[in-house]
């Protein structure tokens, strides 16, 4: 089956700054990547997603990029702001399953 | 908006009680899941639902069961719970299709087996 790493596992980072998330798949096969976040309490969102047939997709200050050949995607957020702390999440659907990353959790800070 | 509503916010079982946890949807979703959230392992799938009265296995369905016996409710069974269980559960749904996507979870149910 499907089996996705996620780095770091934490990541602080100064207001204003950028942060930066990897993943990392390993069934070739994999052609989705959604991105959840989960605001402390809350339940996880899809705030991005990205398809194996584009190397990269933004919305604001969010982005994603793909590596098909080496088989990692990160998310990318610039000008971090105090609502952007959460734990962040990467999946890919491998078969008809959606595998989860281990998860990141971002504290960013004033 | 999409609703899925898990019964219990927080529980308290004993080793060997048989627990259930309950999961309603009000989107007309054919796909539900159960995962369950440990720190450091992300969202790991026990069991998914595409249609009523069918199940498939997940990742770790050892030690759970579940029932789908309507559309919108999708029941995640520990026939003997043991400590191990003790976790936070999502139930989540999604529209038809490959990519299970959106996923909207429930709040989650925080099961502690003592």
């Known amino acids: 089956g499907e089996n996705v790493e996620q780095h770091p596992s934490t990541l602080s980072v100064q207001e204003g700054d950028s942060a930066v998330i990897k993943c990392t798949y390993s069934d070739s096969a994999s052609n989705y990547f959604p991105w959840y976040k989960q605001e402390l309490g809350k339940r996880p969102q899809l705030i991005i997603d990205i398809r194996s047939n584009v190397g990269e997709k933004k919305d604001q200050r969010i982005a994603v990029t793909l590596n098909k050949t080496a088989k990692h995607f990160s998310l990318h957020i610039t000008e971090t702001q105090p609502e952007d702390s959460a734990v962040y999440f990467c999946?890919?659907?491998?078969?008809?399953?959606?595998?989860f990353g281990g998860g990141t959790r971002v504290l960013v800070k004033p | 908006d999409v609703k899925v509503t898990q019964s219990s916010r927080y529980l308290v079982k004993r080793t060997g009680e048989k627990v259930f946890l309950e999961c309603v949807q009000d989107?007309?979703?054919?796909?539900m899941f159960w995962y369950r959230q440990d720190p450091g392992l992300g969202l790991r799938l026990i069991y998914f639902s595409y249609d009523v009265k069918m199940k498939e296995k997940g990742d770790i369905p050892e030690g759970y069961s579940v029932s789908r016996e309507k559309k919108e409710r999708f029941s995640l069974i520990l026939e003997s719970a043991s400590t191990n269980q003790t976790s936070m559960y999502l139930c989540?749904?999604?529209?038809?299709?490959?990519?299970?996507?959106?996923?909207?979870f429930g709040n989650g149910t925080r099961l502690t087996v003592t």
């Open positions: 989107m007309d979703h054919e796909n």
């Open positions: 989540a749904s999604s529209p038809p299709g490959p990519e299970n996507s959106p996923l909207h």
């Open positions: 999946a890919a659907i491998g078969g008809n399953k959606l595998t």
